[in-house]
């Protein structure tokens, strides 16, 4: 490996993780925190939104002195319609992953596989209303559920999404006309619709963006987490150790990239294996641990109670995993979707780690993809592992080891659900609304999505966790921001020191930390699950909560689905940054003002974590006197 870090700007973008910060500086690979300085010049038409390419006749940039495309496109149906398109590919994303996880679960039923939660298999059949003759044929019958309402064209409305929804909320979303159709047909509808010289009505387009928003969260997200319940089991509350300290040189480790747990789950069951295990100690290894990074790695540690031989635990998140590689002591990484970096190729190209992609909408460049199949996951699952043993043997020893032995913490509150925090609550929500009432929480926030470095590398969302547990409001996080919130220790009891007194009181006596990891952005339907139940436990709609969310450093696609279900559901959405739509005064104005008429929810741009936390902070008080506490 070259030594040379000449090439190598010593300047990266700040992280709220300063360890970290500092041991990627140190580093002699690049990573994206040092190309931030060279993408710090944006482009204004981009970040307005106003900047149309889908024919010929363009680029077109909207100006005042060209307030229209050769088209006659205004900036008002350039950025809805820009706006549009990517919130049908985030929701393109999550309908993705549902969709495997879906069959999953119907091949676990019919090849008879192994189950690792009846309870949770049980309760989804309740939720959808379907019966079986015995546990597998049951599962079989909850996946063709899914799959048929996931499948369902457009315009033919889905079944589930009223045994799914909280009903003032249907209510209100049949008022509107955006109950979603088949959620795959909503995409391709509305990639349709963003097409060349095809719709021009940005009011229209917005409306599609919360249909789409509302297929996404029901099925992409809600839907997600129960399905994977029943394979992979339920979510236990417990404590775990984060951040790069989990890295063990003494295993043959594989890092795992994605959202999609289920497909790996037959290889993370056949390594703790007697004859597998062997071929890695005559290979010279401990046995094999999986490093959890992004998403997938989150949800094994929510699931961690249950793989407590295979799992190391959580490194990091999407920004940190050219670094977790840099150390030296990964030697393969498993991936399945994003968030895996196109920046992972050059370093595990340098530091000769084996790449294996297991779906082919993440592959990269270098890696070798073997799709995974059900009905050959035996000869597939052995054939990956014994690649993996093989780079194994090839690297270890000429590779130099980088390791950061001290980073993170070995404590953090991992293994929280809309489950396991009821029953941690003695099976009722009625003690957390109690203490809202009493005004010892304030409020709920949840501080959820993605992490991001353009603006520095979770620093907006650190600063903003920080605001708001110190005024008392009590935060729930998923997604690859709730990696860099643990990595800094505040999703350990200790963190009650920063809270407010109120929160810090309660915080102590629980012995739990202000903020509460539910895990990857996926269970931002969890959180959905949370609040709903909370509301009809209170005969209130989902805008009345004392709740509020925020995606601070939202960083893609996905992440303004989830925005769109967020608005759907009538809740206040800040964003660090705005979405490229400033160069539309009507779009701005509907998703920031109009919207609170529509559905009850807006966005609120503010990239300063403190009066981010004051409009925050406002608007749970308001809804706190509108309910009398």
């Known amino acids: 490996m070259s030594n040379c870090t000449g090439c190598l700007s010593r300047n990266t973008c700040p992280s709220a993780d300063k360890p970290m ?65 990517a919130v049908a590919a985030g929701s393109g994303c999550y309908i993705h992953v549902v969709e495997n996880t879906a069959r999953q679960l119907k091949n676990t039923g019919l090849h008879r596989d192994k189950i690792r939660s009846e309870k949770a298999l049980n309760h989804l059949a309740d939720l959808l209303g379907v019966t079986g003759e015995d546990k597998y044929d049951l599962c079989v019958k909850v996946a063709d559920a899914v799959l048929s309402d996931l499948y369902r064209p457009e315009y033919e409305g889905m079944e589930l999404v009223e045994k799914l929804a909280y009903a003032p909320r249907v209510k209100r979303w049949k008022e509107l006309g955006i109950l979603p159709g088949g959620a795959k047909g909503e995409v391709f509808n509305n990639i349709v619709k963003t097409s060349t010289n095809l719709s021009s009505d940005p009011v229209e387009m917005l409306l599609s963006c919360l249909r789409l928003g509302v297929s996404t969260g029901l099925y992409g997200l809600q839907l997600t987490n129960l399905l994977n319940d029943v394979v992979l089991g339920d979510p236990v509350i417990r404590s775990a150790p984060v951040g790069m300290n989990v890295i063990d040189p003494g295993y043959i480790n594989i890092l795992i990239t994605g959202h999609q747990h289920s497909l790996f789950t037959y290889i993370q069951d056949r390594l703790l294996d007697e ?95 073997i799709p995974f199949n059900y009905e050959t996951r035996e000869a597939d699952g052995d054939r990956i592992i014994d690649e993996i043993i093989a780079a194994y043997t090839a690297r ?70 920080k605001e708001l547990i110190a005024r008392d409001i009590l935060v729930l996080t998923a997604g690859c921001s709730s990696g860099g919130l643990e990595n800094i220790g505040l999703m350990t009891p200790e963190a009650a020191d920063l809270a407010g007194p109120n929160l810090r009181a309660v915080c102590k006596e629980l012995g739990i930390p202000p903020g509460l990891n539910f895990g990857p952005c996926l269970a931002i339907g969890r959180l959905e699950i949370v609040a709903t139940e909370i509301a009809a ?28 279900f967020a608005l759907a559901l009538g809740l206040p959405l800040h964003l660090g940054v705005p979405p490229f739509i400033t160069g539309s005064k009507l779009v701005t104005k509907v998703l920031t003002e109009d ?23 406002a608007i749970i008080e308001e809804k706190r006197r509108a309910l009398n506490i």
Request: glycine share 12%; charged share 20%; net charge negative.
């Open 537 to 564: 436990e209170l005969g209130v709609d989902l805008p009345q909560l004392p709740l509020v969310l925020s995606a601070a450093q939202w960083l893609e696609e996905q992440a303004l689905a989830d925005g769109a």
């Open 275 to 369: 004859d597998v295990a062997a071929k890695a100690k005559a290979a010279g290894a401990k046995g094999f641990k999986l490093v959890g990074c992004t998403c997938v790695g989150q949800d094994l540690q929510l699931r961690g109670a249950h793989y407590t031989e295979i799992f190391d635990g959580h490194a990091g998140n999407n920004y940190i995993s050219e670094a977790v590689l840099s150390c030296g002591a990964i030697d393969a990484v498993l991936s399945e979707f994003n968030c895996t970096l196109p920046g992972i190729e050059t370093v595990c190209e340098e530091l000769k780690i084996k790449q294996i992609c297991l779906d082919v909408v993440a592959k990269k460049a270098n890696a070798e993809y």
């Open 396 to 465: 270890r020893g000429t590779v130099p080891m980088n390791l950061f032995t001290d980073h993170g913490n070995k404590n953090t509150l991992t293994g929280v659900s809309e489950g396991s925090l009821k029953d941690f609550l003695g099976g009722s929500w009625k003690p957390l609304i109690d203490l809202i009432a009493a005004g010892k929480i304030k409020g709920l926030a949840g501080v959820v999505g993605c992490s991001s470095v353009a603006y520095g590398h979770d620093t907006l969302t650190a600063a903003l966790t």
């Open 595 to 617: 919207m609170l008429s529509l559905t009850g929810g807006r966005v609120i741009i503010d990239g300063d974590g403190k009066s981010a936390a004051d409009k925050l902070e």
């Open 21 to 85: 910060e500092n041991y990627i500086r140190s580093l002699p690979l690049e990573t994206a925190h040092h190309r931030v300085e060279k993408q710090e010049t944006k482009c204004g038409f981009g970040l307005q939104g106003v900047c149309c390419r889908l024919c010929a006749n363009g680029p077109c940039r909207i100006t005042p002195d060209a307030p229209r495309g050769i088209c006659g496109a205004n900036a008002d149906t350039i950025v809805a319609r820009n706006f549009l398109r």
